[in-house]
Nanobody
Framework: QVHLVESGGGLVQPGGSLRLSCTSSGSPLDSYAIGWFRQAPGKEREGISCISASDGVAYYLDHAKGRFTTSRDNAKNTVYLQMNSLETEDTATYYC?????????????????WGQGTQVTVSS
């Protein structure tokens, strides 16, 4: 089965960048679409992006367009989330999750396999 692990979070100043990684220590990810989500304290989880398994096409929720980019390297069994021009409002725990296809993507998605999350803190 799939066991997801996120990494790459940390402390960054406003305007800075981070690249998050999502990998599996179990079954490979190449047959799954992978979504990125985040949850800030006191707020509900929100979706960020999804990258398809078959053709690698990426999709973004409106708030993530222009600053976030998701990609995948199946040879490394890894999916990435590149985050640029970070703002304090981006502070949250970031999660990756498997989806059957990106058509399932949405803030209410709670199926599939999930990682434990990686903390991103944007502060000066």
């Amino acid at each position: 089965q799939v066991h997801l692990v996120e990494s790459g979070g940390g402390l960054v100043q406003p305007g800075g960048s981070l690249r998050l990684s999502c990998t599996s220590s179990g079954s490979p990810l190449d047959s799954y679409a992978i979504g990125w989500f985040r949850q800030a304290p006191g707020k509900e989880r929100e979706g960020i992006s999804c990258i398809s398994a078959s053709d690698g096409v990426a999709y973004y929720l409106d708030h993530a367009k222009g600053r976030f980019t998701t990609s995948r390297d199946n040879a490394k069994n890894t999916v990435y989330l590149q985050m640029n021009s970070l703002e304090t409002e981006d502070t949250a725990t970031y999660y990756c999750a498997t989806l059957r296809t990106c058509v399932q993507m949405g803030p209410g998605y709670a199926n599939g396999y999930w990682g434990q999350g990686t903390q991103v803190t944007v502060s000066s």
